[in-house]
């Protein structure tokens, strides 16, 4: 049985944060394969981890299971998913609408996990009211009432490195509290705003390590 503390922990590592989905994935796989336990040993098998790294991380958000019978999957993927709010549907927009925007769009991946773009700006003006992916292109000047009008939570950038900052200050003004970074460039942001960077360029240099 799970004691939840993830509201009275003093504070959980991001790194533990940013495994809970990995959890989440491996568990998934799991259920679809019709396994119903699964010990840490196992499950850091799976995940290149060591188990007590795994009950370390479980730890901080309660009890799932109990020492020598392993975790019930179907319970752990759904506290887990709980813990993170996959439990109900978020929506996004998207700033930038060039290629990258468009690709990002077209993603089918988002929908299926809860994830819906509702909204799509840019301020170029021959881009501005197209229709991209089923969104109706708007001008940034529009940003801060459909946030408000369509409940959006959180951002996605995908416009060029030097005009990052200045749409994530926009984001941060009109509200947003977490944002999804595709720019490839350092930013500031100011306390209580969540980022996420995704840039290839920098995995594929830490992966030149390993191969030189």
Known sequence: MLTSNQNNHPKVPEVVVLRLPLYVRELTDMLQSDKNVVSSQQLGERLQM???????????????????????????VNQ??????????????????????????SYTGFNPEGFNIRAAFDDDI??????VGGLYVQPITELEKTIRDKDISIGIVTVPAPNAQKVI??????????????????LHIPPGVHIRHVDPLLSLQSMTYYLK
């Not at 060591?50 to 179907?74: E, V």
């Not at 887990?80 to 769009?105: H, Q, T």
């Open 169 to 186: 200050d926009r984001m941060v003004a009109s509200g947003l509290k977490s944002i999804l970074n595709y720019a490839p460039v350092g």
């Open 50 to 76: 060591t188990p007590a790294q795994i009950r370390k991380d479980l730890s901080y958000f309660g009890k799932f299971g109990k020492q020598g019978r392993g975790y019930p999957i179907s319970f752990l």
């Open 80 to 105: 887990l998913r709980s813990v993170l709010g996959l439990e109900k549907e978020w929506n996004c927009c998207i700033i930038g609408v060039g290629k990258l925007g468009k690709a990002v769009i």
């Open 126 to 131: 021959s881009l501005i009211g197209q229709t």
